[in-house]
């Protein structure tokens, strides 16, 4: 029997060892997560049952907790505004979250453009388009920079002028309007132009999260590294391929690059169970022994040449 | 790495005029970015002209550096007075305003929209709605608006929440007729636009503007004499 491969071809293997479900385990998971974030936002608007009011701009948690986004307020601050206390408590609140359990947590358990650029990647294997027009993979960084420069310059939050993260999920909040086509706009630029081009190359959104939760206690372990058949799996999972091989060669069995989303693509794509969740001071647990390791070396470097980004 | 390397380096390592073209690469990209974005930030920022924002927001500059278009005042607001602007309307992105002619503002004494600004765009102490400066109305077209043709419509004056301070009727004669013209006192005018939603013309002859639109001021003339 095949069952559809929702989230993409590099699962097989792991569905043939492990079952259709251990396989999509993180995937269900964080769309769950996605998904039921936005609606506790809409079911106010839509249901009158107002648990959160606002957008992931600000909002007030049962009329009483508030959230900000501290990049907004970032920018806010450099464009000279001193803000009211609510919002300075409600950034503090999802600063600390995020630092603690991994800033690109936003990106993949949080973000709505998030379920848009996995479709278009996921459509691009399933049309096999393979052409990839190479971006820096830190131009989301001088994107970032330049957008608070910009803020400071013009006295305004200057993102915020085109940010398809808030057009989206204000548009699912409170409607869209035109909106629609700077998504879509997205969505062709990661299907048919740049491999994992937005989240991996230009979103300043995800680059201030991955620097605010650089280091996070909460990492993706490779403990399982010894029983590595090197099908390259996780690799094609990862939205950020180049963050996999340091933890499996490398010294430390821990995936401890700030581009690192903690998506648990990588722990449902292998089928032999080498990654999993844990903190950053879990690191001798199960480690290989010397043998294993010298051969994972070889085979792993060779391996990521092909994949790795430059 | 380049081939004007005599020794191979070691993985890793990154040669003085590598990271130094790097850094001038990047620093360049940072300032075409940025300049792109602010040009847009700079066009974007001088759109709100029509743009009547909720009561208690700060001056427009300053708004655009404290509001994070959360839509918290939006939600607040009882009579669905208040939007966030899409793409497309001629409004910076995200940010609150309302459209007299459609919704105006109702005045709610304990202002709730601007309670709940959790930033300072909107001032939240605001003391009483009748502080707020949303803009000011204007009769703008005094040979349409049916008083001044001699009709008793008098719509405005009617339904305006501080009837009789910020608009009252004053007698002129015009054309050698007597008529009573609707007339704004902008210090008690603010800029609910109840007047511009009611009034009886396919297009309202009172219109409530920003007040920089809608005011003209004292100052020095161009000759730089007191006027
Ligand atoms: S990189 Fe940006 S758009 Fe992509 S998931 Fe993260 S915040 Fe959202
Ligand atoms: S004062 Fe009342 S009617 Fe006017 S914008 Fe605020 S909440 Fe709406
Ligand atoms: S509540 Fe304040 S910050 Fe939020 S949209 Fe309204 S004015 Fe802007
Ligand atoms: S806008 Fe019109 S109705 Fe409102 S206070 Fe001013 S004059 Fe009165």
């Known amino acids: ?262 998506c648990g693509g990588c722990i449902d794509a292998c089928p032999s169970d080498v990654f999993s969740l844990a903190t950053r001071f879990q690191i001798a647990n199960h480690e290989g022994g010397c043998n294993g390791e010298t051969k994972m070396h070889r085979q792993v470097s060779g391996d990521t040449a092909l994949i790795q980004p430059k | 790495m380049g081939n004007h390397n005599p020794k191979p380096r070691a993985k890793g390592t990154v040669s003085r005029r590598d990271f130094i073209a790097g850094a001038a690469k990047s620093a360049g990209g940072v300032c075409a970015a940025g300049f792109a974005l602010s040009l847009y930030a700079e066009s974007a920022g001088s759109q709100p002209v029509q743009a009547l924002r909720p009561p208690g927001a700060i001056a427009e500059e300053d708004f655009q550096s404290a509001c994070v278009r959360c839509g918290l005042c939006v939600r607040a607001c009882p009579y669905d007075t208040l939007k966030l602007a899409e793409f497309g309307d001629d409004v910076a992105l995200g940010t609150p305003f309302f459209v007299a002619r459609d919704v105006p503002c109702f005045m709610c004494p304990d202002v709730p929209c601007a309670r709940a600004c959790p930033t300072g765009a909107l001032d939240a102490e605001i003391p009483s709605i009748k502080e707020a400066t949303m803009g000011t109305a204007v009769l703008s077209d005094h040979e349409n608006c049916l008083n001044y043709r001699g009709m008793h419509c008098s719509v405005c004056h009617r339904v305006c929440p501080i009837r009789d301070e910020a608009i009252t009727l004053e007698k002129h004669v015009i054309n050698g007729k007597p008529r009573l013209i609707p007339t704004v006192h902008s210090d008690h005018c603010t800029g609910c636009g109840r007047c511009e939603e009611q009034c009886v013309l396919a297009e309202a002859a009172i219109r409530v503007y920003p007040v920089d639109i809608a005011r003209g001021s004292i100052g020095v003339n161009r000759a730089g004499r007191r006027i």
């Open chain 1, 1 to 262: 029997m095949k069952l559809i491969d929702l989230a993409g071809e590099p699962r097989r293997g792991a569905i043939r060892s492990k079952g259709w479900l251990k396989a999509h385990k993180y995937w269900l998971l964080r769309r769950t997560s996605q998904i039921s974030l936005l609606l506790l936002f809409a079911i106010g608007p839509w249901l009158g049952l107002w648990f959160v009011q606002g957008n992931f701009a600000s909002s007030r948690v049962l009329d009483s907790v508030p959230l900000s986004d501290p990049f907004i307020l970032l920018q806010s601050a450099m464009a000279g505004h001193v803000m009211a206390t609510a919002a300075l408590i409600g950034a503090l609140v999802v600063v600390l979250f995020y630092a603690f359990v991994g800033g690109r947590v936003y990106c993949s358990w949080v973000c709505p453009v998030n379920i848009v650029t996995d479709t278009a990647h996921w459509l691009r294997e399933q049309l096999g388009i393979t052409r990839d027009r190479k971006l820096n993979r830190n131009a989301r960084l001088t994107i970032l920079a330049a957008a608070l420069g910009a803020s400071m310059v013009t006295g305004t939050i200057a993102w915020e002028l085109v940010n398809p993260v808030s057009v989206l999920q204000r548009g699912i909040i409170f409607g869209i309007g035109f909106g629609w086509a700077l998504i879509a706009a997205i969505f062709l630029l990661d299907l048919c132009i740049t491999r994992r081009g937005w989240c991996g190359h230009l979103c300043p959104v995800g680059a201030f999260y991955g620097l605010l939760g650089a280091k996070s206690v909460i990492r993706i372990s490779a403990r399982g590294r010894q029983g590595c058949e090197n099908c390259g799996a996780c690799l094609r999972a990862c939205p950020e391929p180049h963050v996999i091989a340091p933890a499996l060669k490398g010294n430390v069995p821990l995936v401890l690059s700030r581009d690192c989303t903690t």
